[in-house]
Every structure is written in structure tokens, then in C-alpha cells.
């Protein structure tokens, strides 16, 4: 055969590919209504670890790579978890006549607006114009949600004082907890549920996506709104405030401000950066890429994390003193510390460093699967 | 159906998936076949666009997401490219009588070492016993690759002085390039080629990887080299080594080294690592991925390329000025400075950052395609 006979076979072959995967995604809305009647849980972990382990040792006795069928799988479950979404999902808590979600208009307001009406609840979205009808609104409220950026926060709960009541569940998505927990404490007399949403308005579906949940008045009470993105795949891990802050004094401000230093310090510097991404390896393209995309957001929202408390600037402080340490050890040109200092690290770490490489491995594989020469 | 039921059908249909892709594997062997008689690469741009582009209308009529063909395509023309390497490659330069690759057992060193002999080259590979036997193993050789770590690439050149005939190609595969390829200069009266093959010992095939190549003396002589590895389906970028090596100061130096203070004070706060797993945002796993990856490797050749020259240095300290400023504006709580700066950054990464933030979520995605709860 020549190039082209086999190319057009291979065509053919990759045309046959996509019907197999809209039968598929055909297969799946069955399941979803199955499991909206059930009420069972859109993700359900031990379902797509037997799916996994089958096609693994199918392609072994296929004589094909077991890591291409589990890539391309998990890449299909992802749309699938998503087409099971389309038929709504049980409604765990009926008598709830009425969710508010002030906020509900901005990314992550939407996805929850949607999936509760997906659920059976009606939604009511309050944006900032809406105050003058704010009795009306929260009238017979079931659960209100402020969902709005960090730096309004505190203001929009202040104004729900005597505006809820007592059995409703006042809860928020703000990302530091101990203040806003305190706050509606003090502005509402019912139950309070502090959530987290650890996932950005992107998401194609709720599966396996994170909400970190700090539980304040009565949480038996707010039980069912856990229940609820239970059900649409979500995992709900309940943390307390200082617990959650502490943490993100790490994951966001912390690593925050050295992404902001790295890319204000590259832009001063002002290298040509078409010449280094045309130099970059492909594990530099990345490093790069999670610098630039910290630029194409709100300026404001990262002020707001890293300046929402003073134990951060006291970690960002240390930080730059342990910067000045390793310019000292590489200004005397000292290998045994550098490297001493990187074993410790390593200890540190233990076996995430190596989960981490492998990690980063097959990330970087997809990476270069769309390099474009 | 039953919920057993429809699973049944699901496995039927992914069993079948696995089967087409086993297809495609033999028919793209065929491809391979057809290649390496013809000699043409195995990276074809035009024909990769070609083939997502029909997938992507194909999916749309089929009401399929577009993204989900596409990356399930990119995925199996990675397995694709693997494929076409098993039959082998055109040799450019059959006149070439021997190939010397010293250090040739390392992780990069063993990927050339099999691509030349599956171009049909005899390959010999040496390692750091071997130098008694050293006129021996190099005589009559045409290409000879140094390929050792960074730290004794000028003591491993130096011994070469008197060693090659003059009409054979001397190269390296070292990370910085104005040293190695003055030394290389000095010590053989041939041609002179430096490389630096951008991507790490655990690739799966050579497609669309790129290799960094300096010219040195008589380019005309060493041109079947960069002709040979673009057949394999390399990209390979020419710039002069002192382009390289300023660019290397960013992409390298200032980048570890900023990764190995993030690390280190990681360890030094010592936070509990897996409650900070726990409450991580993919974007933030992501990011510790980044850091964590870097522990798992060799401190030797970080150390090593970070205190490979001066520059690196003094970038470092201007770097760390600036973590300085950004200190001093948080401390004030200077926002609007802090979103000037951001805004500059901004500016400096262009419509890359939107780039960047697309493309960060797609790897997020599939990251977390991979999340068991």
C-alpha cells in the first residue's frame, strides 16, 4: 500500500474511534437517569476503578500500552460524568422552598445555581442591585449562599442582620474562613455552614471536585447541603476555620506572592519571550505557563488573598529571608550545603517527590501531545 | 435497564474502543514501514493538523465535544509516533563508518544511542573505564557525542585533544554552551557541533521534541546530524551558544533556583503535608507538583547549573530585590501599586497569559481526570 492507502484506512479507523465514544456517551445518559431516580452519587469511586483495572488488562492481552488505555478512558469518564449531569440530579431536601445565592451571576455562582436547579430547588440570584428588594427575596429563604469576591464580603453579611430566618442555613464560598464564619455567626441566629469551593468556574462537571466545609451553628441542620453536592459527585471534606487558613496561608497566599514576585521581576528583567519559549524544555514551558496565567486574572482577588491576613505577610517574610540564606550558600559557592538543604527537602517530601515526577511526567506528555511545531 | 445493566453495555462499548485503537497501532506500524524506505520524518505538521481538524467537524456532527475528540486523537498519536519507531529510520550518512557516544549509558545518551542504531549507524558507547582503549574506540569514528554530566564535560573534552581525525563531527549534549563549545574548539581541528536536546531521559518517542544545536566549525560537515534527528521527528532550533546560554539563565538558573528556596522553606515550616494535599485546589497541586518533581532529581546537576556562570547570580540577587519591593508594598498594603505591577506583568506576557490560562486548564483537567477520591 502506499502512504496515502494507509493514511485513509487510519482515517477511517480514527472515524470509527468517535462513533464508539458517542455510543458511549449515549450509554451514559441512561445512567444518569437511572441514577437520578436512585438518588446514588454521579461519582462513585470503586465504579471507575474496576473500569480502569478491565481496559488495562484488555490492552495488556491486546499487546497495547495499559497507560494509553487508561489515558484515553479517564479522558472519556470526564465527559461522561458530565452527560450524566444533563438529566438533574434527586432532591435531597424538598421541603426547602427557596435557595437565595447572592453573587449567584459571578463563575462559580452560576455552577451552583445550575445544579441546584438541576436538583429540583428554586433559585433565586441576588446581585448587588437587588438590595431594595431583599425582603421579598430572602422571604421563606430556605438557604442563602454569599457568594460574592472576597473584599465585599463582610459588608454584604452585615446587611443580612434580621433579614433570615432562624431555620434558614446561612452558608459562603469565600476562601479564608475564621472571619466570615464569625461574622455570620453574629448576623444570623440559625444554622451556618462555611464552604469552600476548591475549583475554578472552568469545571466541566462536579465529579471528584473538591468543597472543603467548615461547620458552624447547628450542622445538622446544614447537613443536607452536603449531602446534596455529595450527590452531584462532589467530595465534601470538613475542615475547622483555623484549620482551612492556615492552610491557605500556604496554598494561596504564599505560593500567590511568589508567582506575582516571578513574573513582575520577568517583565522588568523583559527577556524576549519569544525566544524563550522557543528555547524552553517542555517542563520550563510549564513552569512558565503557571506564572503567565496568574496575569490573565483579577489583580484585585489576589491582593485581597494575600493581604486577607497578617500571618501571611509573616510567612512571605520568612520566605524572603530563606531566599537570602541560598544566595549567600550559591555566592560562596557552597555544593555540600546546597545539596544538604536539598535532602533535607527531599526527607520532607518523602514519596510525594517521586509521585510528583511521575505526576508531572504524563502532564507533560499531554503538554507536548499539543505542541504545534 | 437496570444500572448492571447499561455498566454491562458501557464495558462491551469500551472493550470495543480498546479494539480500534489496536487497529490503528498496526496500520500506523505500516506507516513507519513506508517512512523509513522513503526517509521521510515522522512528525508531518501538516498531516497531524489535518487529522485533528477532520476529527473536531466530525464530532461536531456527531453532537460530540470537539475538545474530547481532539485529546483523545493527541493522546493516540502520541502512542502513533512510538509505533513508527519500531521499523526503524533512513541513515542520512551511510558513509559515517562509527558513532561514539561517551556516556552514552545515561538516560539521554541511551535514547540516541538506540536511534542511531536503528538508523542503521554502528554505535559505541563509552564509558568513563573505558579510556584505555580509548585510540582504539575511536578510530575511524565520523560523529563522537559527549554526553557525561555537566560538572566533568570540560575534563572529558580535554582528554579528546589528539584523539579524532579531522574529518570527524565532535558534539556535546551539555546544558550551557559558550564553554563546552570553546573547549571543543580547542582541543579538535574538525567540525564542531554543540546540542542541547531540550526534554528529559523518559520520553516516549522523538516526535516533535526539540534539540538546541550551535553551530561551531564547518556546519556543512556536521548538517547530516541535524538531518538524522529531524528524520526521527525532532525539532531542532539553531542559535548561537551565547542566545542559548542567556536564555538558559532564565529558563534554568533562576527558575530551579526559586523552585529549590520555595522547597526549602516548605521543609523548614514543615506544615503537614497531607493536610495541605488535602485542601489543595488542583491548580495549587499542580504547583506543589512543581517543586516537590525537583527533589526527586540529582542536586549535583542543579547545583551545578545554577553556579554554571556568573549572570545566574547576579539574576538571582535582582530577583530577589524585587521580592524585597513586593515585601515592602504588602507591608503597606499598597494595593494600587500591586495592581500596577500585575497590570505591567500582564502587559509583559501579552496574549500568552490567556494562552497560558487555557492551557493550564486542560492539564488541570486532566490531572484531575486521574483524582481518586
Redesign the interface.
Known sequence: ???DE??A???Q?????????????D??K??GQ??SK?G?PV?V?E???S?IA??RS??EE????PD??E?????????SYGAENDVGFKCVNPDVRKIVIIGGRGGIGRIFTRLFMASGYSVEVMGHRDWDRSAEIFAGAGLVIVCVPIDVTEEVMRKLKGLLSDDCVLADFTSVKTLPMNIMHEVHQGPVLGLHP???P???NMA???I?AVEGRSPEKSAWVIDQMTLWGA?V?K?TAS??D???S???AL?H???????????????D?N??????????H?????V??L???D??L??DI??SNRRN?E??????R???N??EL??K?D?EE??R??????????P???S??E?????I?????????
Chains 1, 2 share one sequence.
Request: proline share 2%; glycine share 4%.
Open positions: 500500500m502506499t502512504l494507509v493514511r484506512q487510519i482515517d479507523n480514527d472515524s470509527e474511534l468517535l462513533k464508539v465514544l458517542r455510543r458511549r456517551l450509554l451514559v441512561q445512567v437511572i441514577k436512585e446514588t461519582y469511586p465504579r471507575e476503578l473500569l478491565k481496559r484488555q490492552a491486546l499487546g497495547l500500552n494509553l488505555a489515558d484515553v478512558l479517564r479522558r472519556v469518564m470526564r465527559e476548591m475549583f475554578g472552568d469545571i466541566s471528584k471536585q473538591l472543603i467530595l471534606r475542615y484549620e482551612h492556615e492552610a491557605m500556604y496554598i494561596q505560593r506572592f511568589t508567582t506575582f514576585c516571578y513574573g513582575v521581576f520577568m517583565a522588568r528583567e523583559n527577556p519571550l525566544t524563550l519559549m522557543a528555547l524552553s524544555s517542555p517542563i520550563y510549564m513552569e512558565l505557563m503557571m503567565g496565567r496575569f490573565a486574572q489583580p484585585v489576589y491582593a494575600i493581604l505577610i510567612i512571605i517574610e520568612r520566605y524572603s530563606e531566599i537570602q541560598s544566595i550559591l555566592k559557592g555544593r546546597f545539596i538543604q536539598f535532602s533535607m527537602t527531599k526527607d520532607f517530601f518523602g510525594l517527590a517521586e510528583f515526577m505526576e508531572s511526567r504524563r502532564l506528555a499531554k503538554m507536548h501531545d499539543a505542541k504545534v511545531s
